[in-house]
């Protein structure tokens, strides 16, 4: 394609909105990865599988159901917000006081297996076909030559606004501060009379919600099938390690620049292109700044 095309302000405008949608569901995922990391110190493998289930859920309430999408997305998030806090509450838990100092190591595999069982359920549940909806928003809006639909802006904004809520949250209630106070000093956090088993399970279930959400708002992007949340949790970890291990506002804006880069990548470069330039910022995060690109030194938390 002819270069003065591609660099026509109406092109660049469109990829640039695509980006920032790609990037909000990559913020999503990594912003739940960063809250269950930050708290609970486990890398969750399980984080796609939790995808799969929020883009079933609205498929079930939107499709199924014929309910409007906004109860779709509503099921999706207080369904496995109900998910993640009752298999932190069950098998997490139950790993995390009788393996002792060696939990942390036997959750990896333990996120790992959950992630296959609740594949294969979904298979058994649901089968192979894979099931979507066309468009959640119908119409564009047209800003000079630039095209963009109302479903990626909704999906946009909806995303943001998760994002900001989740922020506020975060620094101003009385359950954030508890839970910054749990990823800080566990033990000082104990001694205050904070319920740390409890912050464990709701920082569990805010994390499946938020991939609930992801998987709900890209219901037309990526239609639900068993092993659909293989790639979003693999760009959620690079984002995680991008942002900073257990930072959330750093996830957000990784995830954010790591959309609109592989959008970009994808104007200029060969299809495929962009999962080199993603596993390229990786390498050179880990090699210069291992802390991650927006978190201190030595891992800032929640």
Do not use: C
Request: net charge neutral.
């Amino acid at each position: 394609m002819d270069l003065a095309l591609l660099l026509e302000p109406s092109v660049l405008a469109e990829v640039l909105v695509q980006g920032l949608v790609r990037g909000a569901m990559y913020a999503l995922m990594a912003a739940g990865l960063a809250v269950i990391f930050g708290i609970l110190g486990v890398a969750n493998f399980a984080h796609g599988a939790l995808f799969m289930l929020g883009s079933y859920a609205m498929v079930l309430v939107g499709i199924d159901l014929g309910l409007p999408f906004a109860a779709g997305i509503a099921a999706a998030v207080l369904v496995l917000f109900a998910v993640g806090f009752a298999l932190e509450r069950t098998v997490i838990e139950t790993l995390r006081r009788r393996a002792g100092r060696d939990w942390l190591l036997d959750s990896f595999v333990l996120t790992i297996g959950l992630m296959v069982v609740l594949e294969n359920l979904a298979l058994i549940a649901f089968g192979s076909r894979r099931r979507g909806i066309s468009q959640l928003i119908d119409g564009s809006l047209e800003l000079g030559r630039a095209i963009i639909s109302y479903e990626r802006l909704f999906i946009l904004v909806a995303a943001a606004a998760a994002g900001a809520a989740l922020w506020a949250g975060m620094r101003y209630s009385a359950f954030g501060k508890a839970l910054r106070a749990t990823a800080q000093n566990p033990e000082a956090a104990q001694t205050l009379g904070i319920d740390i088993a409890r912050i464990y399970s709701y920082s569990f279930g805010l994390g499946a919600a938020l991939a609930g959400l992801a998987g709900a708002l890209l219901i037309s992007i990526y239609p639900a099938y068993p092993t659909v949340g293989y790639q979003p949790v693999v760009k959620g970890l690079a984002v995680v390690i991008l942002g900073g291990l257990g930072h959330v506002p750093g996830a957000v804006i990784g995830g954010l620049v790591l959309g609109v880069v592989e959008a970009y990548s994808l104007l200029f470069m060969a299809s495929g292109w962009q999962n080199v330039v993603t596993a390229g910022l990786v390498v050179l995060v880990l090699i210069l700044r291992p802390s991650g690109l927006f978190a201190a030194a030595g891992g800032d938390r929640p």
